[in-house]
């Protein structure tokens, strides 16, 4: 029994976000991480570890660097690390990106007790799409939003969130699973596993190591295999600044209250 | 030389960074006002092997090296002077002498379970009569009339970690002996001393001005029985033990005083950018950048020099008047930067609202233990040859 | 005949999925609905409804009222509640038969796994969490000028894009609008190649239309053939639990007070102030991620890119610096009131009124200056 985790490498959008003059994001100016649903969905991952003793082996498409983010997730007790990388994978939008990650899983090989992860969605995007679309093209159940997950034998059975409640979903390996942040608290690296990650095997898959998965041909990855087309990006307005009232006492806040009621807001 | 951190070491830095943020930050303030220790916290650092950085794994260590135990303490000290100090008391003071003198006996019985934090190590020199002054040592050993056992008496006070610590480095009087010169002068050993020991006790906590959610307490020995198995070295090694050890000790209070500086600067760079008078942000005002640009130039010097004794350590050379000098230059420099944060803060930094009033109090500690900073100028001048 | 989604020519119609739980419609479905009415009108075609249930078809008509021409009804026992497999077979059979060319589908938990399943096995483009939807090339440039910080020349300049080295009239084509990168970037993505152009629509962002009886009794109900069996299912759905604490309605609110993370040093004591201020106000109590990630309130409570858009009639953000993904979901509230001990935190930059104060000391003052001014009235 294994685990496959797919994770992104993301700009941490919590911090300083800096948007270039033609209002693309510049990337160069962000720190990155690891996307934080995908940090569950490996924490997840990493406790079925703790007890089945499974192999967790983390899967993840982007730039040569992404393979930092891979050590940092061999740091936390993964197994193996599958880096998808190439220039003809540039370009994908959520579709040919799934393509792509779905042949590498494939690559990998899903077998029966096999689970597949993923963050419900990357702050980058917040599109919660890859998850689902690697299940499809992988013919694997999905159960997205798990908030709780539990292992028996090949039934899985899980905690799915809905906004004013939950489903128990039952499900049988193999499958795919999309983790919440409420599902546990990510593991820190540990200063053993950081001694060790870069002694664990990291693989990177290019083009040539995918190109004859039925899922991979030149129209179904990058910009040709990409449905959608960004037409145009753009930055919002700041919205004017107001009034700053004088003050922070009584009387300020009785100003206020007659201004609102002033205004029928009241 | 090479000032660049390894691979481990730039990931190390980031983990350390996080632990601290998010589980040791939020709990400073707290621990600074309630005086108490941090025992979740030691037992989270144990898990993720940061309570033995750098020895072997054979032993449960994580295997790393001296430099990424430095870079640990620094961290920790951005954020708390408590959490960083009882690292470095655990590891410097408790886990290398015995790993550096143990026998393999001793190495297999407590070396697993400090270095994974399930056990907390202490270290017993100072008297009240006698800090450094190792001839000034009034607790005694002696062996029983089984010869099995040594029988210890005396006291010990200051000691770090010492309300937690399950096993305690002492340094104690087994006889008489003579110097090279022929001067009579008391035989000095060592022992590994554990909590459960009849005759051991832990007396007075100290209230300290700072670190502290450190526990800081006086050791009782009363007819107290150490198995003779458990004495480190060989007889009459315990002053040369004690000294080596704290040349190690140094190399932590150094990190130490370098991460609350360090710290002190990053909170009053965050602060000086938000807080507005006469209409500017107080970092818009020279004076504000000038004191700034020293109080981090003070820093990256301790850092550099921290780092550099660190390195000798883990590289076998002799870093005793590195240790000495990293120590001295950082908490002479922690000191006067956390100050400095204070004055930059205002009547605000006076305040228990904001941490850099704490990091001052943290700071003032490292110029004192440890060898105050008088005792490391004569380390330092002894090597320079200066009698 | 196979389906072929790349003969644009053959399809027609807005779709709009219409989400129902225990036999409920879900209000994001009447914004849809709504919505869907524009963009139908804007294409020149006819908006349908798609309802999957099990005796659900008495909700048809009320779809009709919000503006559906027609409404696809499939009543199956699996469909009773809902599942992956056996909502994206019964959609996606239908949608190759009858093919729509456009499909919304609203971005709850629920539309947000079944939108990228159908449009992974459709073999089509989705835009997942639109925020603003256009056809007519008029109203998008107007909405473009309004919303956007772009050169006029550049709107202008937008009839057409390259779509793999060609140039592409865009003016048929759905114009999806989203949110990206925390609400920093704002993008209007298409689907130029594949039909039909799938969005998912974040919740309370459209406006619901007037309910209209005429409309409603003119709806026409069809219920197309569909198979399913147990067969297709490969999960099981062993109980449904409602929250049994009932959930903020903050999309619902007229009046929200948020709290962030400025009532760390008394968090009970700051998350009771804003309640007694909210209460006050007749609205509810909001909060930040930070909030939410600490754990200080429930997850129904957050505000923002990660949480619900909102836009009241009053926010009140007490302690809350103004991140801009807090931002993304407050900043179109119509009077936003800011109370923040320092006096450069950013959501003053967006504050109506800002009072630069501590939380705790402003709060029950303002409470007690509303409660005069109200009886004053």
Excluded at chain 2, 80 to 96: D, E, K
Aim: charged share 25%.
């Amino acid at each position: 029994m294994k685990v496959i985790v797919c994770v992104k490498q993301v700009p941490d959008t919590s911090g300083k976000v800096a948007v270039n003059p033609d209002g693309t994001l510049n990337r160069a100016s962000m720190e990155t991480i690891t996307n934080p649903d995908d940090m569950n969905a490996v924490e997840a991952a990493l406790k079925l570890k703790d007890e089945t003793g499974c192999k967790v082996i983390v899967v993840t498409m982007g730039p040569p660097p992404a393979e930092g983010m891979l050590r940092e997730l061999l740091a936390m007790g993964a197994d193996e690390g599958y880096l998808i990388s190439g220039r003809e994978f540039g370009g994908s939008d959520t579709y040919a990106t799934s393509q792509i990650v779905a042949a590498g899983v494939n690559k990998i090989g899903v077998e029966k007790g096999d689970i597949v992860m993923c963050g419900r969605q990357a702050i980058d995007g917040d599109t919660a799409q890859v998850g689902p679309q690697i299940a499809e093209k992988l013919h694997l159940p999905q159960v997205t939003y798990a908030a709780d997950i539990h292992k028996d034998g090949d039934d899985i059975t899980v905690k799915r969130m809905l906004e004013d409640g939950y489903m128990t979903i039952k499900v049988k390996t193999p499958c795919l699973l999309t983790c919440i942040k409420e599902l546990n608290k990510p593991r820190y690296m540990s200063v053993g596993g950081i001694f060790e990650a870069y002694s664990k095997p990291v693989t990177v898959l290019d083009y040539e190591a995918l190109k004859d998965d039925p899922l991979i041909d030149p129209t179904t990855i990058g910009l040709k295999g990409s449905p959608t087309n960004i037409l145009v990006s753009f930055t919002p307005p700041q919205k004017g600044a107001g009034m700053m009232l004088e003050g922070a006492d009584m009387g300020t806040c009785e100003k206020l209250a007659g201004i609102l009621a002033g205004k029928h807001i009241i | 030389m090479d000032f660049h951190l390894s691979k481990e070491q730039l990931m190390l830095r980031k983990m350390y960074r996080d632990f601290a943020e998010n589980e040791v930050k939020p709990l400073a303030e707290e621990v600074d006002e309630t005086e108490e220790f941090p025992m979740e916290t030691v037992k989270k650092m144990g898990e993720l092997g940061m309570m033995g950085i750098y020895f072997p794994k054979e032993y449960g260590g994580a295997g790393g090296d001296v430099l990424s135990y430095a870079m640990c303490v620094e961290e920790l000290a951005k954020v708390c002077g408590t959490t960083a100090v009882i690292v470095s008391a655990h590891t410097s003071l408790c886990c290398a002498p015995i790993f550096e003198h143990g026998t393999e006996e001793q190495k297999r019985k407590y070396l697993p379970d400090l270095l994974s934090g399930k056990k907390i190590g202490a270290f017993g020199l100072t008297e009240p009569g006698a800090g450094t002054d190792a001839q000034g040592q009034q607790t005694t050993a002696v062996l029983d009339e089984s010869g099995e056992n040594y029988i210890l008496n005396g006291s010990k006070i200051f000691i770090t970690n010492a309300g937690f610590a399950d096993v305690f480095i002492v340094i104690a009087v087994t006889g008489k002996t003579t110097n090279k010169r022929g001067k009579p002068i008391k035989e000095i050993s060592a022992f590994i001393v554990e909590r459960t020991f009849p005759g051991f006790s832990v007396g007075k906590h100290e209230k300290k001005m700072g670190i502290r959610g450190s526990s800081t307490c006086e050791l009782v020995f009363e007819d107290c029985i150490v198995p003779k198995a458990n004495l480190l070295g060989k007889i009459g090694q315990g002053f040369k033990i004690a000294m080596q050890t704290l040349d190690g000790g140094r190399i932590g209070i150094a990190a130490q005083a370098l991460g609350l500086g360090e710290g002190a600067v990053n909170e009053a760079i965050k602060y000086t950018k938000e807080r507005v008078q006469f209409g500017k942000r107080i970092s818009q005002f020279q004076n504000t950048q000038f004191q700034l640009a020293d109080m981090h130039t003070r820093m990256q010097a301790a850092q550099f020099l921290v780092y550099s004794a660190a390195c000798k350590k883990q590289n076998h050379e002799d870093y005793s008047m590195d240790a000495a000098m990293a120590k001295l230059f950082a908490a002479e420099a922690a000191s006067d930067v956390t100050r400095r944060a204070v004055q930059l803060f205002g009547g605000y930094g006076y305040t228990r609202e904001y941490p850099v009033e704490r990091m001052m109090r943290d700071a003032k500690i490292t110029e004192i233990y440890e060898g105050t900073s008088e005792v490391q100028r004569m380390v330092i001048s002894s090597h320079l040859g200066v009698n | 005949m196979a389906f072929n989604n790349t003969d644009l020519a053959a399809f027609k119609d807005v779709w709009v999925f219409c989400e129902q739980r225990d036999g409920k419609l879900m209000p994001t479905d009447l914004e849809l609905i709504s919505e869907g009415r524009r963009l139908a009108d804007e294409l020149g075609v006819q908006l349908c409804g798609l309802l999957l249930g099990d005796g659900v078809e008495g909700l048809a008509k009320e779809l009709g009222g919000y503006g559906a021409d027609k409404v696809y009804v499939c009543e199956h026992p699996l469909l009773k509640v809902y599942t992956t497999d056996a909502y994206a077979k019964v959609i996606c059979d239908v949608i190759e038969e009858l093919k729509p060319e456009a499909f919304l589908i609203g971005a709850t938990n629920i539309g947000r796994d079944l939108g990228p399943r159908c449009a992974a096995r459709l073999h089509t483009g989705l835009c997942a969490d639109c925020t603003h939807l256009d056809v007519d090339m008029g109203i998008y440039k107007d909405f473009l000028h309004e919303a956007s910080t772009l050169e006029d020349a550049r709107i202008e300049g937008l009839n057409t894009a390259m779509v793999l080295g060609e140039k592409h009239d865009v003016s048929r084509d759905l114009k999806m609008t989203r949110p990206a990168f925390g609400g920093h970037l704002m993008a209007s993505i298409i689907c130029p190649r594949f039909r039909p152009t799938m969005a998912t629509v974040r919740p309370g962002v459209m406006k619901k239309r007037p309910f209209d009886q005429a409309k409603a009794d003119a709806c026409q109900i069809v219920k197309p053939a569909f198979e399913l069996s147990e067969a297709d299912l490969q999960t099981e759905v062993t109980e449904v639990v409602k929250a049994a604490k009932k959930l903020v309605d903050l999309i619902g609110a007229d009046f929200i007070v948020s709290v962030g993370r400025g009532i760390s040093k008394d968090v009970e004591g700051g998350i009771k102030l804003a309640e007694e201020l909210a209460a006050e106000l007749g609205g509810v109590v909001g909060g930040s991620r930070a909030v939410i990630d600490s754990g200080w309130l429930s997850a129904d409570h957050q505000v923002g890119q990660t949480g619900k858009t909102v836009h009241p009639k009053v926010y009140v953000a007490l302690g809350i610096s103004g991140a801009i993904q807090h931002k993304a979901g407050m900043q179109d509230s119509e009077c936003i009131i800011a109370v923040n001990k320092n006096e450069t935190a950013p959501i003053f930059e967006i504050a109506d009124y800002g009072i630069c104060g501590d939380l705790f000391k402003v709060t029950p003052m303002l409470t007690e200056a509303i409660r005069a001014a109200k009886a004053a009235k």
